[in-house]
Nanobody, 125 residues
Framework: VQLVESGGGLVQPGGFLRLSCAAS????????MGWFRQAPGKEREFVAA????????RYADSVKGRFTISRDYAKNTVYLQVNSLKPEDTAVYSC???????????????????WGQGTQVTVSS
């Protein structure tokens, strides 16, 4: 199983990025996918998740209206469009996969089965 994130970088406040997570080694269509982030000295926190069918999404309150999660079944890839970035969005962003169990989209890290290594997002002027 592999989850490989990309798309991070240094961006000014108000800027945007599109993070990608390429999945392999498991049946992508039967897994919910999530994004989490961890800033230095802080615990990992939930950012967004999307159901296995792509018809249900969930966001942390801190990113609602600014971030959008989506998935491409042809490319086995999940995306996180991050707009209107703030310095407090600075963190390592990791994607995760959770074997589907109905429509419930999990928001706690312990509920996810596989993890990527993460991509650094730094928001600074």
């Amino acid at each position: 199983v592999q989850l490989v994130e990309s798309g991070g970088g240094l961006v000014q406040p108000g800027g945007f990025l599109r993070l990608s997570c390429a999945a392999s080694g498991f049946t992508f269509t039967t897994y919910h996918m999530g994004w989490f982030r961890q800033a230095p000295g802080k615990e990992r926190e939930f950012v967004a998740a999307i159901s296995w069918r792509g018809d249900n999404t969930r966001y942390a309150d801190s990113v609602k209206g600014r971030f959008t999660i989506s998935r491409d079944y042809a490319k086995n890839t999940v995306y996180l469009q991050v707009n209107s970035l703030k310095p407090e969005d600075t963190a390592v962003y990791s994607c995760a996969a959770r074997y589907y169990s109905g429509a419930y989209v999990a928001s706690t890290a312990a509920e996810y089965d596989y993890w990527g290594q993460g991509t650094q997002v730094t928001v600074s002027s």
